[in-house]
C-alpha cells in the first residue's frame, strides 16, 4: 500500500512590490473584490482542505492582514510568519513554522492566484516519487541574448519560464535551506540544484502568471471575469 505523506504549502507574499508601484502592498490589491493572496491560498485548500499553509508577510502587515481576513469573511486556516529581506529568507522562515519530520512542500508566490489545482496535484505527486517538481512553460516568444554591444537569436526552444509551487520532501528542502544564500538564489529550485540535485520539471500553465507590474492587474481582473462566466 502506497504511504500518504503529509503535505504543507508556504505562501511567500513577504516581498516589497516596487514594480507594482502601488500605495496598497501587492498581494493586498484586490482583484474581483478580494485580496489577490486570499484568491491564492483558495486554490491550495482547494487542491487539500488538510494541507498545513504557512503565509509569509513582511511584519508590518501582519495586523493589516488579520482585519483583511476578519473584513472578507476569510476561513481558511492559516499560520502567518514573518518574512526575511529577500525571498530566500522568506521561504527559509516559512520552514521553520512547519513541525512534520518528513512530507511533501510547496513553496507558491502569494501572488500567483491563478495557478490550476491541476498543477498543484500534478507537482505535489511528482515530487513525492522524485523528490522534487518545479513548475515551468514553454517560451511563447522569441529570445536574445544581449552583449554590450550586440545580441543575438537563441535556441527558445532550450528554454522554459520557471513558474511555481515548487515542490520537494521536507528534508531535502530543510537540507538546502541551510546552505548560505547566493546571489543567483532567484527561487527554490536554484537552492536545491546547488545542494546538489537535479531538478524535476513538470508543465505548469500560461494562466499561472506572477503579479508583477500594473498591466498584469488589469489581465487578472479581466481573467477572472472570464472563468466566472464560464463557471455560472
Ligand atoms: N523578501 C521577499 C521577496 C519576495 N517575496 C515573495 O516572492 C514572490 C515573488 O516575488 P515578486 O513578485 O518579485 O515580489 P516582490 O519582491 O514583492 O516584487 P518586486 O521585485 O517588484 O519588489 C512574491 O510573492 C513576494 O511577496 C517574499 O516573500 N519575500
Ligand atoms: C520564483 C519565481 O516566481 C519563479 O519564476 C521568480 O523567480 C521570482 O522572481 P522575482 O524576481 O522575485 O520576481
Redesign the pocket.
Known amino acids: 500500500m502506497a504511504v500518504v505523506l503529509p503535505e504543507a504549502a508556504i505562501?511567500?507574499?513577504?516581498?516589497?512590490?516596487?514594480?507594482?508601484q502601488s500605495q496598497v502592498p501587492?498581494?493586498f490589491i484586490a482583484i474581483g473584490g478580494q485580496p489577490i493572496l486570499m484568491h491564492t491560498i483558495r486554490r491550495f485548500y482547494e487542491y487539500n482542505p488538510a494541507l498545513q499553509l504557512v503565509v509569509?508577510?513582511?511584519q508590518n502587515q501582519i495586523a493589516k492582514w488579520q482585519t483583511l481576513c476578519f473584513t472578507h469573511v476569510f476561513e481558511i486556516k492559516h499560520a502567518v510568519v514573518a518574512?526575511?529581506?529577500?525571498?530566500?529568507?522568506?521561504?527559509k522562515n516559512g520552514l521553520a513554522a512547519i513541525t512534520a519530520p518528513d512530507g511533501v512542500v510547496a513553496v507558491h508566490?502569494?501572488?500567483?492566484p491563478f495557478v490550476p489545482v491541476a498543477v498543484i496535484r500534478e507537482a505535489f505527486a511528482v515530487a513525492a516519487e522524485k523528490g522534487n517538481a518545479v513548475v515551468a512553460v514553454p517560451l511563447k516568444e522569441s529570445i536574445r541574448q544581449i552583449f554590450k554591444t550586440k545580441n543575438k537569436a537563441l535556441d527558445r526552444s532550450q528554454y522554459q519560464l520557471v513558474q511555481?509551487p515548487q515542490c520537494f520532501r521536507l528534508p531535502l528542502l530543510r537540507r538546502a535551506y541551510a546552505l548560505p544564500e547566493e546571489p543567483t538564489f532567484t527561487d527554490d529550485a536554484s537552492v536545491v540544484e546547488r545542494f546538489g540535485q537535479k531538478i524535476n520539471l513538470v508543465t505548469g500553465s500560461y494562466e499561472n502568471i506572477?503579479?508583477?507590474?500594473p498591466e498584469d492587474l488589469l489581465w487578472a481582473e479581466v481573467f477572472l471575469k472570464a472563468t466566472k462566466t464560464k463557471d455560472s
Open positions: 505562501i511567500v507574499a513577504g516581498g516589497s512590490g516596487t514594480r507594482m501587492k498581494q509569509v508577510l513582511p518574512g526575511g529581506i529577500t525571498r530566500f529568507g522568506s521561504v508566490d502569494g501572488v500567483r511555481t506572477k503579479i508583477t507590474t
